[in-house]
């Protein structure tokens, strides 16, 4: 049972980290750039962003961080 309180602790820390980015993000109106790629919608009143190209450049920034804390451990 330790081991589950420790895994739901370091969830909560993480995510508390990302709300308070999320927040910080938001009161200072800062925004992801548009990459190509990405897919924007717009009709009337409604608006839709698949950010698909920033998706795809989170993925490959992600697995290199991983791949190297990996490759740094072993």
């Known amino acids: 049972m ?3 309180g420790k895994l739901l ?3 909560g820390f993480f995510l508390l980290l ?3 980015l999320l927040w910080i993000v938001g009161e ?3 925004s992801f750039p548009r990459l ?3 897919i924007v919608v717009e009709r009337g009143n409604m608006k839709i962003f698949i ?3 920033t998706s795809l450049l989170l993925s490959l920034f ?3 961080a991983f791949y190297l804390i990996h490759r ?3």
Request: glycine share 20%; proline share 8%; charged share 10%.
């Open 18 to 20: 990302i709300g308070a």
């Open 36 to 38: 190509p790629g990405d």
């Open 2 to 4: 330790t081991a589950i």
């Open 28 to 30: 200072t109106g800062w």
């Open 51 to 53: 950010p698909l190209g």
């Open 72 to 74: 740094l451990r072993s």
């Open 9 to 11: 602790i370091g969830a």
């Open 62 to 64: 992600l697995t290199l």
